[in-house]
């Protein structure tokens, strides 16, 4: 079992940055691939960006080149460095490990990560 707790939510306006964290604990060992997903209001989860342990990173469109993501192995914590953050990015942000298929490759399907944190609200104001 992986456990995983997001933080670094919060209220920004546009143009703003924040930087969310995702601290992982439990088997640690198993955790290769870590992406981060968000839920905006009335709306289904969405891919974000995902990181293999070996530094490999994957991004959706909406995200590249505002949004970064990286990893420290040793601490066993993710980030994401969200800058020119737009009103579009309010969300619920969630960190989540692969659990399923090729689990050393970045994936963007939601159902290939089995282990979840409870999520970070960012909201952004215009």
């Known amino acids: 079992q992986v456990q995983l707790e997001e933080s670094g939510g919060g209220l920004v306006q546009a143009g703003g940055s924040l930087r969310l964290s995702c601290a992982a604990s439990?088997?640690?060992?198993?955790?290769?691939?870590v992406g981060w997903f968000r839920q905006a209001p009335g709306k289904g989860r969405e891919f974000v960006a995902a990181i293999s342990r070996s530094g490999e990173t994957m991004y959706a469109n909406s995200v590249k080149g505002r949004f970064c993501i990286s990893r420290d192995n040793a601490k066993n914590t993710m980030y994401l460095q969200m800058n020119s953050l737009e009103p579009e990015d309010t969300a619920v942000y969630s960190c989540?490990?692969?659990?399923?298929?090729?689990?050393?490759?970045?994936?963007?399907?939601?159902?290939?990560?089995?282990?979840w944190g409870q999520g970070t609200q960012v909201a952004v104001s215009s």
């Open positions: 439990g088997r640690t060992s198993s955790l290769y691939v």
């Open positions: 989540a490990a692969r659990t399923a298929g090729n689990i050393g490759l970045t994936s963007s399907i939601i159902s290939d990560y089995g282990y």
